[in-house]
């Protein structure tokens, strides 16, 4: 295995980061989560991503986040850094996903960070966090995932 993503045509940093603010193809269960696209970095293999967190939409009945969306979220995060990881050549279905929740989640903003700590020929190694808008860490999680090569990415 090694650290290095597979060779494909340079992206910048920030072409990335436009790809993905102007597509009209965000799946429907990134919309239900309200995600969106904040930082990326290549050279880290990491991204910075926002929830939209809706009450009407994501709450248990303790009116918090129910933690299967907050499942899904660090599995977002983590899916994505895959990507840029892989110069935008791969996608990264989740193999296995450990999570673990430190304090509730309330509706409203969520900062998600994901970050690829190893990727190989077959396999990559991911972490995910998700922070409060006082940044308190809320929920983190690690994770495998399946580089798997996609022939284009539609923006």
Same mark, same amino acid.
């Given at each position: 295995?090694?650290?290095?993503?597979?060779?494909?045509?340079? %992206?910048?940093?920030?072409?990335?980061?436009?790809?993905? @603010?102007?597509? $009209?193809?965000?799946?429907?269960?990134?919309?239900? %989560?309200?995600?969106?696209?904040?930082?990326?970095?290549?050279?880290? /293999?990491?991204?910075?991503?926002?929830?939209?967190? /809706?009450?009407?939409?994501?709450?248990?009945?303790? /009116?918090?986040?129910?933690?299967? !969306?907050?499942?899904?979220? @660090?599995?977002?995060?983590?899916?994505?850094?895959?990507?840029v990881a892989s110069g935008m050549?791969?996608?990264?279905?989740?193999?296995?996903? $450990?999570?673990?929740?430190?304090?509730?989640?309330?509706?409203?903003?969520?900062?998600?960070?994901?970050?690829v700590v190893k990727w190989g020929?077959?396999?990559?190694?991911?972490?995910?966090? @998700?922070?409060?808008?006082?940044?308190?860490? @809320?929920?983190?999680?690690?994770?495998?995932a399946l580089p798997t090569p996609?022939?284009? !990415?539609?923006?």
């Amino acid at each position: 295995m090694t650290d290095v993503a597979p060779e494909a045509e340079t %992206l910048t940093d920030e072409a990335i980061l436009a790809r993905f @603010l102007r597509t $009209k193809n965000q799946p429907t269960g990134s919309q239900t %989560l309200g995600f969106r696209m904040v930082a990326v970095s290549q050279a880290e /293999k990491s991204v910075e991503v926002a929830f939209d967190a /809706k009450a009407e939409l994501l709450l248990n009945p303790m /009116k918090q986040i129910q933690g299967g !969306y907050l499942c899904a979220m @660090l599995d977002e995060a983590m899916s994505v850094a895959c990507m840029v990881a892989s110069g935008m050549t791969h996608v990264a279905p989740t193999l296995e996903m $450990k999570t673990s929740f430190l304090r509730p989640a309330m509706p409203g903003t969520i900062k998600g960070i994901g970050k690829v700590v190893k990727w190989g020929r077959s396999i990559a190694f991911t972490e995910g966090e @998700l922070y409060d808008p006082d940044g308190r860490l @809320l929920a983190k999680a690690t994770g495998t995932a399946l580089p798997t090569p996609f022939k284009s !990415y539609k923006s």
